[in-house]
Each structure stands twice: as C-alpha cells, then as structure tokens.
C-alpha cells in the first residue's frame, strides 16, 4: 500500500544571541593603548637607568590610561544594556512612548523589558558612524532579539522635525543623543518633544555632563560638554516641569512633566 507523502511548511529560524548595540572596541578599551603605551616607556627608562624625573610623565599617562579604561568599562559601559532608570516614568505601566534618537536600542530594550504593556517608537536618522553596522534594520534585530518586537516599532527621520502629530505619545525619552546637536538643534528638537507629548506626559532626558569620572577619561575634552544648568535651562524654556534630577553611573538624568505651557521662542 502506498504511504501519502505529506507536506509541511518549514519553520522559519528563530533568531538567537543578544543584542549587539555595536559601539566600535575603542570606546570601551580605547584608554589600553596609550596605558600600555607610556608604561613600556616608564618600564625602558626605569630600566636603562633613567632618573625619576624621566619616567614620571609617562607613568602619569600610564596611569591615566588605566583609570579612563576603568570608567569606560564598568562607568559608562555603552555595550550594555542596565536596567532601567527611572521607576516613576509611566508608573502605570501603559502607553505610547517615543525614545528620540533611539540608536542601536539600548534604552528601549530596557524600557520594553521593564514595562511589558508600553509600545515604543524608535527615531532616529541612524547616521552615527561610532555605532558598527548602524542601521533601522540592525535596531530591528537588537529588539527582535530583546524579545520587545511586538510592542517596538522604527521610524526613521529628524529629531527637530518630528514626523509625529501633535501629541502623539504618553510619553518620550532620550539618551546621549540630543546633547550631539549645536544648542539650536537642541532647543528645536526639545520643542518637538513637547509638541509631540500629550499634556501631563513624562519626558526622561539622559544626557552627559561634566563630572570626576568623565574628566578622567576624557581630560580637557570635558569643556566641550554641556553643564546640567544648560539642560536645566532649556527644559524649562521648552515648556518641561522639571520633576526629578539624578545621576545614573556617569550621565545626569532629569524627569521632566509637559506641563502643556507653550514654549519659549
């Protein structure tokens, strides 16, 4: 007797690992190559007879190098994705939120897993060029394999000129994106956010500033950051309450309420 050959549709293959944020090596190890650098050079002066005075520079340099490596690494820490910040945003637990410059995804995925019944909009223009293989499709996968695909979204454009309607979101949330912008792209794209945010909705802004650990890192270059009364500044006159000011490992992080007051032109 014949035996029927039945058909089946292949499973399509689920996708394993974890989010790849792609942040390039050296913002994390970076501070190893001048530390192993100038420690060889303290290590051949010691060793050629060399007065203290000779090596003491580069054994300063090495020991900078050591510390920014250790801020990096377990202060900053860009390829990992930390729980999230912030307990009393969307307390509830419920809404739309839109994470403005959302990147390779890191506080969306952290969002997503705290909150299981918010929705997310990712936006960004995905031209950053310290992020490997930056793209929609990369942000994509990173959610896919944070397990948030369902409830997170992409969409691709302008932090100051929002494609969204007018109070589009419960709420909106940023992290060291906003600061890269020249201070009227900033005061462009606050002006968006609370354009876009429903009246009472939270904002949670998480941006860099002048502090110890990044003056270690960074040195001199920390003159360029912002100080957290700019930040203080330009919420107020985009027409943000200020309800809470922190500081998460080496980022300040303010909580703002859209207070529905029109924004300072």
Known sequence: MAHGISASTPTPATETGSPDLGYHWIWTYGHLLPAFVFAATTVALILLGFPWWAWLVPAVLAAWG???????????????????????????????VLDVGCGSGRLSIALGRARPRLTITGLDNFRADYIHGHGAENTERNFRLAGIAERATIRPGDMREMPFEPGSFQGAMSSAAIDHLEPDGIRKTLREIHRVVEPGGQFLLLVIVPNIWLRIAFGPLVGRMRPRSFWQNELTAAGFDIQRQGTVRTTALFLSRNDNAQAEE
């Open 66 to 96: 050591v510390a920014g490596f250790l801020v990096m690494r377990f202060g900053v820490r860009m390829n990992e994705i930390a729980a999230f910040p912030a307990a009393d945003f969307l307390a509830d637990g419920s809404g739309k």
